[in-house]
């Protein structure tokens, strides 16, 4: 199967080096995207500058090549994009379909998480304000490739969300739509903990009036305390010598069908036989897998 019009992305944070939760995620998005001939991009998601790492850019880049997944064009920097972003959080405000939000931390304490819509009409001025997106009292639904079906109303169970930050940062859900948009992202695969993101995503695409990517969210990998693997849980950082073994057992978290004398492969060797055989049908339908069961 060829597929020309397929473009997909990883798009890693430079807070930390890549590890094996990350080699997943990339290997799945590689994969879905080389099975059928289609571009695979990869953009840095370096909106939050206070939570990077010096030098992990630079190392992810060179893990990923070290593993075998080599990307299609320049890699793109969200930290060079903040007058895109500025000039949608503008327009949104002045059509009203947004607002300035000084509400606290602690003002929302016992919300659930849902934003009680304190400053929805206070009319507050932009100066040292969060900017919140207006949500409809609507339900979001959209049917994963992995996990199914997956539906959210977002007045009932997020409320109106924040576009930009109080310290003028740009909040995740507003540049990952802006920039998939940008570069014609079809695919989207990434880790579950991002499943009931989508529909705020699909609101703001459905709001700028961009086309709907298909989506394909794969389990976690979790450690034995159940958290998943992170950098802020001291995950090993992955090692270039170890990439044929990491590999298949990334494959094998992705419930792909891995052969013993593949161990003598090299990345590029085991990832050529692993984009023929892509089944994306195969990944298990959970939100997560235990990282002990993969050895």
Known sequence: ?????????????????????????????????RAVNGQWLLRVEDTDPPRE????????????????????????????RHDAYAAVVDRLFSMGLAYACTCSRKQLEGYGGVYPGHCRNAGH???????????????????????????????????????????????YQLAVVLDDAWQGVSDVVRGADLLDNTPRQ?????????????????????????????????????APAEATPLLLRALRALGQATEAQWAQASPDEVLAIARQQWQPQNIPRQMSVPEADLH
């Open 53 to 80: 790492m010096p030098g992990a850019r630079d190392a992810i880049l060179h893990t990923l090549e070290s593993y075998g997944l080599h990307w299609d064009g320049e890699v793109v920097c969200q930290s060079l």
């Open 202 to 238: 699909l609101y703001l695409q459905e709001l700028l009036g961009f086309c709907e990517p298909r989506y394909l969210h794969i389990p976690l990998i979790t450690q034995p305390d159940g958290h998943k693997l992170g950098k802020s849980y001291r995950s090993p950082p992955l």
């Open 125 to 171: 001025a932009r100066d040292g304000a969060a900017i919140r997106v207006r949500v409809p009292e609507l339900i979001y639904r959209f049917n994963d490739r992995v996990q199914g079906p997956f539906e959210q109303h977002l007045g009932r169970e997020v409320g109106d969300f924040i576009i930009q930050r109080r310290d003028g940062l740009y909040a």
């Open 1 to 33: 199967m060829t597929d020309s019009r397929y473009i997909g992305r990883f798009a890693p944070t430079p807070s930390g080096l890549l590890h094996f939760g990350s080699l997943v995620a990339a290997l799945a998005s590689w994969l879905d995207a």
